[in-house]
């Protein structure tokens, strides 16, 4: 095996439980991007147990919370492809309309130079995860 | 209010209940293409009351599994944007390893020519988004 998620090097992560991690993603036009990683290394949502399923959708949704509550960008876009790398994971990407590639996915073309949105200090992030997990906001 | 999504003309619906719709995409290139589209005008996941996004979700999940069980794809995508249309929605897609874009998203560059796999029968489709539902799977 040397799927990249499932050896985890140099990963910035921001909160984790025993099932999946939330990790930075490095990007230098959207700093506030963040990965939501399940830990075992399985493909597709449907192959989750339905209870696994919900807890990760609940992480990706807190995260979305979170980085609502945090960063106040215009729109949220979630996705979870794994064409390249086969092991379930979602992105959620604050986006801005004067970022880089606003209104096309952060893997479109760039439409402008593009404004630098900061992301979340990694401690406040954690905490607003933990907030959103605990009200289901 | 100038919404496409709330204005869903010419749409092919093949799910419904009375909070959400699933419909196919009309993609030359990707048949099994279906969105699932939150009836309400609201822009975010986070937007919905927790038993509204659950439901949403659980459609979503119904979708994939229908379309993994009917067409046997090499990989689902999932997504949720919004940056054009900020009218809840999800794209449902299964992609194969030798379809016009793959490994990229459907939105990015063509890889190929791309063999067209077909979509699932509409009937087919609904019956098995019911099954889903009812099973978890």
């Known amino acids: 095996m040397d799927c990249p998620l499932c050896l985890a090097s140099a990963e910035h992560v921001v909160w984790e439980d025993g099932r999946c991690r939330v990790i930075r993603v490095d990007d230098e036009a959207h700093p506030g991007f963040c990965r939501v990683i399940w830990n075992e290394h399985v493909a597709e949502m449907s192959d989750l147990l339905p209870a696994d399923r919900r807890h ?22 979630l996705a979870s492809f794994g064409n390249m ?40 992030l954690a905490r607003a995860i933990d907030s959103a997990l605990a009200t289901g906001y």
Chains 1, 2 share one sequence.
């Open 56 to 77: 990760l959708l609940d992480v990706v949704l807190a995260t979305e919370g979170a980085l609502r509550a945090l960063l106040h960008p215009d729109k949220i876009n």
């Open 85 to 124: 790398v086969p092991h379930l994971h979602w992105h959620v990407i604050p986006r801005y309309r004067d970022d880089r590639h606003f209104p096309e996915s952060v893997w479109g073309q760039a439409q402008r130079q593009g404004v630098i949105h900061p992301g979340a200090d990694s401690v406040a």
